[in-house]
């Protein structure tokens, strides 16, 4: 679960982080969130699903699939959660944590 | 705009047999239903949760309605709509087969406290209910209108699922 | 045109009517899916919400009903043969036709009354079925294997979930290690074996299951929920696992936070 001071820790990076539980796991709604330079587009829409889900600790999703520098494996598309449509490539084995962590953890994929 | 109620038969089964028990003086017994809601193609989805019945002593003795609620009654439903950021529908019984309607009392007292929940949640929309032994007809107040929609749509989920509600 | 379903009368004088305003959906116009839509036309649903983003090929012909060697060649989109197919029996009838994921388009598969999964993969049926307990939708799945065996067998199942009751994972049929294991593998699970008399089988049961649901047609036994079908012995068995769990309410789809559209805006 993320506190108070885990999503004011986000809102570094995004327009108004908040906390969603949906059906047992838990998610952090990042509206707007700011992509490293190289990525198209430079900001979107992103979930942060702190626990375990489809054979991965955390993932970080996408409302659409992001263009960057590196080719990534985008094995994850069209996931209903929270009633959006969401994408993700795969970045595997990032341990649940402080969420701004868990979140750059994922970003260093598009760097 | 259509507007589909939709409730497990369970739930419904639950609230009837609430309204059917006898009162000490009120001619009918009340109830309220939290829901959520989603849009749809063509509409909205009002979905049903939680049957709140209200307790003996939260009904008021006036002979000139057959069912009058106090504030507690009020204070509940408005709590849980707070809570669980809710739509609240009012529910009631007219104990007869076939397809039944507000009276004009139930009309004009539902205009004044269905909309009193926009006041804890304006975006939401609220409603009112009616059921007979077999069917159910409702009225649903969208945020932003002024008249109410009358419910499109009724439906018990199960094992039959029943079309109990339907505006021809 | 009086007399269409003169011979289904005995489902409710009111049944024709019925089937006239029901919205089905059917999430995936494969082997399963296709069935279930030529049977919903054929019984006078008159309002279909169909799902596939893919277009017909060469091996969708052993199995695809509808689908025509023309199709093959010309790739037509699944959606355009499964609506041609449906008009071909009811022209009446309303089809919305979105030819993309279902998760691109909630709000058609919301306004369904009741919908029909016939997709591959544990994570596409876990998703569908959260999204139509969201909206209170009874879900209808089927689903079939071939195992190799000695040489090979042939299985399948038709499960229900309907809101209020057990769901997939109450009974079993979805579990976290399917899951999990699903996306280990990158989220594979097309490409399995499929043959079309096994897939008849169970669209044939799963709109029974539906008709029933319905209409006041028979008494209604909750087993039928989950259906188990032996494709060797050509058998369909109520599943013991729905007899042992069945009468438990449901503990995965309880909160009123698991309804609606978290994100609702009037």
Request: glycine share 8%.
């Amino acid at each position: 679960m993320a506190t108070e001071g885990d999503l004011r820790e986000l809102d570094q990076l995004c327009g108004g982080a908040k906390e969603y539980t949906e059906f047992g796991l838990n998610y952090v709604l990042l509206p707007q969130l700011r992509l490293p330079s190289g990525c198209t587009p430079a900001v979107l829409d992103a979930l942060l699903c702190l626990s375990p889900r489809d054979g991965y600790p955390t993932r970080l999703y996408f409302a659409q699939q992001v263009t960057s520098k590196n080719g990534l494996n985008w094995n994850a598309q069209n996931v209903a959660i929270l009633q959006r449509s969401w994408f993700a490539y795969s970045w595997n084995y990032v341990a649940t944590g402080r969420p701004i962590e868990v979140l750059a953890q994922h970003l260093k994929a598009l760097r | 705009m259509n507007v589909h109620f939709k409730l497990t038969a369970a739930l419904l089964e639950d609230a009837i047999a609430d309204l059917r028990r006898p009162h000490p003086f009120a001619a009918e017994r009340a109830g309220f239903i939290g829901c959520k809601a989603a849009a749809c193609r063509g509409g909205a989805l009002v979905l049903a949760h939680t049957y709140i019945p209200l307790p003996d002593d939260w009904y008021l003795d006036d002979p000139r309605f057959g069912c009058v609620f106090s504030a507690d009654a009020m204070r509940a439903a408005m709590q849980f709509a707070l809570t669980n950021d809710a739509s609240m529908f009012h529910v009631h019984l007219h104990d007869y087969r076939g397809v039944p309607w507000f009276s004009r009392p139930d009309l004009r007292e539902s205009s004044k406290f269905v909309p009193d929940f926009w006041n804890v949640k304006p975006d939401l929309p609220h409603g009112t209910l009616v059921l007979s032994a077999d069917a159910a007809a409702g009225l649903c107040w969208y945020p932003r209108q002024k008249s109410p929609l009358r419910i499109s749509r009724i439906t018990a989920l199960g094992f039959p699922t029943r079309f109990v509600g339907r505006v021809e | 045109m009086s007399g269409i379903y003169s011979r289904q009368s005995f489902l409710g004088k009111d049944s024709a009517t019925l089937f006239r305003e029901i919205r089905t959906g059917v999430v995936g116009l494969g082997g399963g899916g296709s069935h279930i839509a030529q049977q919903l036309a054929h019984i006078g649903v008159g309002r279909l919400a169909i799902f596939d983003p893919d277009f017909a090929d060469f091996p969708n012909l052993n199995r695809t009903v509808g689908m025509t060697f023309a199709d093959a060649v010309s790739k037509s989109p699944k959606v355009v043969v499964a609506e041609r197919m449906i008009k071909s029996i009811n022209p009446d009838a309303e089809v919305w036709s979105i030819q993309d994921d279902w998760q691109s388009d909630f709000q058609a598969l919301r306004a369904c009354d009741i919908v029909f999964g016939c997709i591959d993969g544990f994570s596409g049926r876990a998703q569908l079925e959260e999204s139509c307990r969201r909206a209170m939708i009874p879900l209808i799945d089927i689903g079939m294997d071939v195992h190799k065996d000695d040489p090979y067998s042939i299985s399948g199942q038709v499960v229900v979930s309907m809101p209020g009751r057990p769901c997939f994972r109450c009974v079993g049929f979805i579990r976290q290690k399917d899951l999990d294991d699903e996306g280990r593998r990158y989220g594979e699970a097309g490409g399995n074996p499929q043959v079309v008399w096994a897939n008849g089988t169970l669209a044939s049961t799963a709109v029974g299951l539906f008709v029933q649901m319905v209409t006041p047609w028979c008494r209604i036994r909750p087993g039928s929920a989950f259906v188990g079908y032996d494709g060797d012995g050509f058998t369909l068995e109520h599943d013991m696992r729905l007899t042992v769990t069945g009468k438990n309410p449901c503990e995965h789809f309880e909160r009123i936070a698991d309804l609606g559209d978290p994100f609702w805006k009037a």
